[in-house]
């Protein structure tokens, strides 16, 4: 199995996962139209499915916000790995390798940014809806299910004395935490080390964020079009409907 075939499948990966993070996005900050908004649902029943499977093959206690932060940590990682050239030489002279640093982190810092900033916001979304109204759900996980994750969150990012944390509470969060420090910290720092010894093609690297991106607006676009095509809706009656009569 050559490596241009295992990089080509990994990258595949990463960017499908990254799509269906910015069409769930957008799912949070409006509404989705069509068959996406069924697909969406479908996608995320994976993730509650794949944590029983774990939970009873191996006799973990995983729920679906589990999951979703490894795939995130692992499909962040598939995108810069799979932008790995190990076939060729770097052709710039090693010196001047020095003047790309910038233009590297630029790229780099926005593959992970758009790679996390969905369950960001889906955690903080859900985080709120089970404070205020003891309602939601995650990838499957109810506010119960996740009552020990979120206790854990407030205690890290709020204000909340850690020290009440009981040993269930504290475990409960080991999963999330070591997926945050692994893409806030040890991610980009491996993709600077590729960058440097490697040779990381940064523009290919940015060529899957950017294809991405326009994939997930094509898709989102194209969806809500079939709507309006198979329905008596109106372009105006979906845009009111999508964004919340703020047009």
């Known amino acids: 199995m050559s490596w241009e075939f295992v990089r080509g499948w990994l990258g595949a ?3 499908t996962f990254l799509i269906a993070q910015l069409v769930k996005l957008f799912g949070l900050l409006a509404e989705l139209l069509g068959p996406i908004e069924y697909l969406m649902a479908m996608f995320a029943d994976v993730f509650p499915w794949l944590a029983d499977w774990l939970n009873i093959t191996f006799g973990w206690s995983l ?3 589990d999951i979703m932060a490894a795939s995130v940590a692992l499909s962040a990682t598939f995108i810069i790995v799979s932008a790995i050239s190990t076939s060729a030489p770097m052709k710039t002279i090693y010196v001047f390798r020095f003047m ?3 233009y590297a982190f630029i790229v780099i810092g926005l593959a992970i940014f758009i790679q996390v900033i969905t369950p960001f916001f889906e955690l903080g979304a859900f985080h709120e809806g089970c404070r205020s109204a003891g309602m939601g759900e995650i990838y499957g996980s109810s506010c119960a299910e996740s009552a020990r994750q979120l206790r854990f969150l407030d205690t890290f990012f709020g204000n ?4 009440q944390l ?3 509470e504290n475990a409960s969060g080991i999963g999330l935490l070591l997926s945050l420090v692994w893409i806030a910290l040890a991610l980009p720092v491996l993709a600077v080390i590729i960058f440097f010894f490697k040779r990381l093609r940064v523009n290919k690297l940015l ?3 950017t294809l991405a991106i326009a994939s997930s607006a094509a898709i989102i676009i194209a969806s809500a079009a079939w709507q309006i095509y198979t329905t008596d809706m109106t372009v105006e009656d979906a845009l009111n409907e999508m964004f919340g009569g703020e047009v």
């Open 100 to 102: 790309l640093i910038p």
């Open 13 to 15: 990966f990463g960017v």
């Open 63 to 65: 729920n679906g916000m």
């Open 160 to 163: 909340e004395d850690r020290s």
């Open 166 to 168: 009981t040993e269930a």
């Open 207 to 209: 060529k899957r964020v």
